[in-house]
């Protein structure tokens, strides 16, 4: 539904937040590349490029699109990148038609605040690893001097400075300038979250104030908290220990303090592992229907579970609710295990789900997982077509078992429009029946558009 958000006749200006440094270029393709993607960061060099020559003049997304070689879609998904990272802003102008649209661009964060960011670098490090993190985190670092080693023998202002008399001095009109504010470097605010998700109260239920007071917890540390709380998906009770264990080792609440105790929690509970920053979604290369619009009921079926999310999944069927945490964490390991893309686990565990009341048997998901990965299933449509073909077939214990009931009071639910011609396996009326209920009940939802 890009095109709600974006046309080809909307105009857009490019702007800059203060100065932008060439440095900015070293840090942008070192440190930000490898977690925006080198799509998202030739947007913003494309961006840059345009401010440097386009004396502030508009142009269309047409002409945007055509510069990149990109459809409106790709344009918007990288940009909604750059504005998540903290590299983007932008702002809609107020009724007009077609709209436009102004681009702020805001530099990038120094190699200081990134490494020291409790975000950023978590992210960075897991995916350059430790080895080549280091060598970044060294190439960015400062080259002081020793200098017990020298004497400083650097001139003053007033050795090499001198003032001048007023008589010599010719005094500008304030009236004959405009006063304009002269341009300076804006400095990087660093990721912008949403309306809090985190709940402070529950985890002050689980808190003592014996041991935490609410002094402890002015504004930057909840903002710590919550930030931590994201990247490493802590619920409130556990934050709530980790704050306390935190406080009775130190007697007090710093950012730091914070930072160390949740990532030394986090290597306890996951073997050493850091967590990943990743857009849970299907590959665009395994995507179907990236570029094309869906037909059949089945093809529309598959865009949703290739535009989903394992999170999504488990959370619709939460009722909208948060997933667990022990839920969570089987679908990220058995996905690191078997290899699994994200489209793929959306139909397992929407198959699982919908075929066993709502139960997210660990041993279930297992099995189907490794069966699939066996199969080197790496499509939606392959996905399905496997879940298919499992409802159609007869299950072990009744394969080998004839029914002399009466077929006619056998109950045939229908399916959905896009199963043409389903399989006839031998199997009894009933159990055909029971299949082709569950069959209704997994794929019934996604019959609307």
């Excluded at 009071?409 to 006839?424: F, M, T, Y």
Aim: glycine letters at 2%; zero cysteines; a neutral charge.
């Amino acid at each position: 539904m890009h095109w709600k958000e974006l046309l080809p006749v909307d105009t857009l200006q490019v702007e800059a937040a203060g100065l932008l440094h060439e440095y900015d270029r070293k840090i942008l393709t070192l440190l930000y590349q490898p977690l925006i993607g080198a799509e998202a960061y030739s947007l913003y060099m494309t961006l840059w490029s345009m401010y440097e020559h386009q004396d502030h003049e508009s142009m269309t997304h047409h002409s945007l699109k055509v510069m990149l070689r990109w459809d409106l879609k790709k344009v918007l998904e990288e940009r909604k990148k750059l504005e998540g990272i903290g590299l983007l802003n932008t702002y809609l102008k107020k009724d007009q038609d077609p709209r436009h649209f102004a681009y702020e661009l805001h530099p990038p964060l120094t190699p200081e605040r990134f490494f020291n960011d409790g975000v950023l670098n978590i992210y960075l490090f897991n995916r350059l690893g430790r080895n080549r993190y280091n060598e970044l985190k060294k190439h960015f670092s400062s080259k002081l001097i020793d200098r017990d080693k020298y004497e400083n023998v650097t001139a003053s202002f007033n050795d090499v400075y001198d003032s001048l008399h007023p008589s010599e001095m010719v005094m500008a009109d304030e009236n004959d300038e405009p006063q304009v504010p002269a341009v300076g470097r804006s400095e990087n605010k660093g990721l912008v979250f949403s309306s809090p998700r985190f709940d402070f109260e529950v985890m002050k239920q689980h808190i003592s104030d014996m041991i935490v007071s609410n002094q402890m917890l002015n504004k930057s540390v909840k903002q710590t908290i919550e930030r931590l709380a994201f990247v490493y998906k802590i619920e409130p009770y556990e934050m709530a220990r980790i704050v306390e264990q935190a406080a009775i080792h130190h007697d007090m609440l710093t950012e730091d303090l914070l930072r160390k105790e949740v990532s030394s929690w986090f290597a306890l509970e996951n073997k050493g592992k850091v967590p990943a920053l990743q857009l849970r979604k299907q590959p665009e290369e395994l995507q179907e229907f990236h570029k094309k619009e869906p037909s059949t009921q089945e093809e529309k079926a598959a865009q949703r579970y290739e535009q989903m999310t394992p999170y999504d999944i488990l959370q619709r069927a939460a009722g909208g609710g948060k997933p667990s945490q022990a839920d969570m964490r089987m679908v990220e390991r058995i996905m690191d295990e078997q290899n699994l893309t994200p489209g793929v686990m959306n139909v397992l565990l929407d198959f699982i789900l919908e075929t066993q009341d709502k139960k997210l048997s660990k041993n279930y998901v297992e099995k189907f997982a490794s069966h699939w990965a066996r199969a080197n299933v790496k499509t939606v449509r392959e996905a399905m077509d496997l879940a298919i073909k499992e409802l159609e077939q007869p299950s072990p214990k009744k394969a080998n078992k004839t029914s002399n009931r009466n077929k006619t009071s056998a109950r045939k639910d229908k399916v959905p429009e896009w199963i043409s011609n389903p399989k006839e396996p031998e199997m009894s009326e009933d159990e055909r029946a029971e299949k082709q209920k569950q069959l209704q009940k997994f794929l019934s939802k996604y019959k609307k558009d």
